[in-house]
């Protein structure tokens, strides 16, 4: 069993940052994948972006430029850095891992995001 703790959601003024943190625990040895993905009210849930245990990673046309996505392989932690917010950012953020060719969910973290 994987479990995803996530934290760093609230609310924060356009042009604003946030961080994200997902911590992975449970019988894994290494997520061959982490990543974001997001859910506004009304949409699908939408990849943000992913990390592969190689370091390889992969963003929405959306917020290339503005989000980065890291990862501590030793603690199984990826982390999503948030800059120059929009509105349109505003929605429920999840955080997602890959473990022997699993998908693992967490609870979603919300980030609002006023004008």
């Known amino acids: 069993q994987v479990q995803l703790v996530e934290s760093g959601g609230g609310l924060v003024q356009a042009g604003g940052s946030l961080r994200l943190s997902c911590a992975a625990s449970g019988r894994i040895f290494s997520p061959e994948a982490m990543g974001w993905y997001r859910q506004a009210p009304g949409n699908q849930r939408e990849l943000v972006t992913i990390i592969t245990s190689g370091g390889s990673t992969k963003y929405a046309d959306s917020v290339k430029g503005r989000f980065t996505i890291s990862r501590d392989n030793a603690k199984n932690t990826v982390y999503l850095q948030m800059n120059s917010l929009k509105p349109e950012d505003t929605a429920v953020y999840y955080c997602?891992?890959?473990?022997?060719?699993?998908?693992?969910w967490g609870q979603g973290t919300q980030v609002t995001v006023s004008s």
């Open positions: 997602n891992a890959v473990v022997s060719l699993k998908s693992y």
